[in-house]
């Protein structure tokens, strides 16, 4: 499961933050979709199941995120993390296929 979030400045429409959030789960058939007020889907459905417990914590991953980038700022020690995180997902990514 991956969530990719945007934080969009509405005044300028710029991206100030973009990360990708992934997660696996032992189960599958999510269909998860992202509106204007919040999440849709039946989410109810995977509350006890790995699927849910891999969206809970993309949730919380996200709301992390957002608290150490936004409310504590780039400057804080707290970024090194999420910027680890994004380096060891794009290195998996990158191992994912052989190029020739």
Request: net charge neutral.
């Amino acid at each position: 499961m991956a969530v990719d979030l945007k934080v969009i400045d509405v005044d300028s429409g710029e991206i100030c933050e973009a990360r990708r959030v992934e997660a696996t789960s032992k189960s599958s058939g999510l269909s998860v979709g992202v509106y204007r007020s919040g999440l849709s889907g039946h989410l109810s459905e995977y509350k006890n199941t790995q699927v849910g417990k891999a969206i809970r914590a993309c949730i919380i991953e996200i709301a992390d995120y957002l608290q150490c980038s936004l409310v504590e700022g780039k400057d804080g020690g707290c970024m090194d993390e999420y910027n680890q995180k994004e380096r060891n997902r794009r290195e998996k990514t990158r191992n994912a296929i052989k190029l020739d």
